[in-house]
């Protein structure tokens, strides 16, 4: 079974300084896709970042961008010029290239509550 | 364009009361499944439905669980009788066709006292 594994419960990072939030995932499919989400307080979850396991270059949105280490099986996100909004906690999540029946879902890692200091 | 929405936004019950939760998926959005976050915990997968058709149902907890989704539209999920270990915050989601995002609702929190 696939497992995602967030091992820092809570970050912190100065306003427009850079952080970087880990994910380790384990599976032994080939095909398959990670997501950082994003759940900012008393506000619902929205995606930030897709990343497609068979693609090697790293996906970048703006000042959010991925470190995807296949072969490690890490997928870390790096929070560039943070700000003051980007305050939440972080998902990282996981998805079988296999679409249809059991593999639609996501598997989540425990989160990482992320805090911006001004 | 509406998002997921879910209703309601929080409840709070007694052990052994009966509580219904629903969700409204984007309009057109065929895929839609129920995650629950228990306190500390990761999300973890309830079920899936295509239209009106449960697709997998492998992450219900046990029968005191049971999800519908009437017409293919909006879903509903009941809890009877609820226990203390069902409290937690219950996600929607709902996606279309075989498109790798999914889109989520608020949640709802429940608890149970």
């Known amino acids: 079974a696939q497992t995602v594994t967030q091992s820092q419960p809570e970050m912190s990072v100065q306003e427009a300084e850079t952080v970087t939030l880990s994910c380790t995932y384990d599976t032994s499919e080939s095909d398959y896709y990670l997501f950082w989400y994003k759940q900012p307080p008393s506000r619902q979850m929205i995606l930030v970042i897709r990343q497609e396991a068979y693609k090697q270059q790293n996906a970048t949105e703006n000042r959010f961008s991925v470190n995807f280490q296949k072969a490690a099986k890490s997928f870390s996100l790096k929070i560039s010029d943070s700000q003051l909004g980007d305050a939440a906690m972080y998902f990282c999540?996981?998805?079988?290239?296999?679409?249809?029946?059991?593999?639609?879902?996501?598997?989540f890692g425990k989160g990482t509550k992320l805090s911006v200091k001004p | 364009e509406a998002g997921v929405t879910q209703f309601p936004s929080h409840s709070v019950i007694e052990k052994g009361q009966t509580v219904t939760l629903r969700c409204d998926p984007i309009s057109g959005h065929d895929n839609l499944y129920w995650y629950r976050r228990v306190m500390g915990k990761e999300i973890k997968f309830l079920l899936h439905f295509v239209k009106e058709s449960k697709q997998d149902e492998s992450g219900m907890p046990n029968n005191r669980f049971l999800a519908e989704r009437t017409g293919g539209t909006y879903s509903t999920l009941k809890v009877q009788p609820a226990e203390l270990e069902d409290s937690g915050v219950y996600f929607c989601a709902s996606s279309q066709g075989n498109q790798r995002e999914q889109f989520f609702g608020p949640g709802t929190r429940l608890t149970v006292l």
């Open positions: 999540a996981y998805r079988s290239g296999n679409y249809g029946g059991s593999q639609g879902n996501l598997i």
